[in-house]
């Protein structure tokens, strides 16, 4: 099985995280997505069978509140892990696959996640 990642295609701390997971040479897709497409694209990705993924990436990204919703009720939502710094998106971190801190990027937190999974240097 494989990973996905969805990301912000508008800047290096969007694009970043694509780097660091293949350097921890790891099978995933990914996705660039502008934040204008996050709810029609999260809403088609929740009709599909996400049963192909370990994991289901999210950085440097603003999740709509109504999209998080949907993830809550989906049966994949365990597979969801979210990294983000904007202060928009405070409202989220009641959720527990969700790590939110406004004063580092998307890319270092993510980076710290996948040091603590892969140990890598």
């Known amino acids: ?50 049963s192909i993924y370990n994991n289901i990436y ?8 109504i999209t998080y919703e949907k993830i809550n009720k989906s049966i994949y939502k365990d597979k969801f892990k979210v990294f983000d710094h904007h202060r928009t998106h405070l409202y989220a971190e009641k959720f527990d696959y969700v790590t939110i801190d406004i004063n580092e990027c998307g890319t270092t937190l993510f980076y710290n996640y996948l040091n603590k999974k892969y140990k890598f240097k």
């Open 1 to 50: 099985m494989k990973d996905l990642l969805i990301s912000h295609v508008s800047d290096n701390d969007g694009v970043s995280p694509v780097i660091l997971l293949k350097l921890c040479k790891v099978d995933f897709d990914y996705e660039l997505k502008e934040i204008n497409e996050l709810e029609d694209y999260f809403n088609e990705l929740l009709e599909t069978d996400l």
């Open 58 to 65: 999210v950085t440097d990204l603003t999740i709509p509140e």
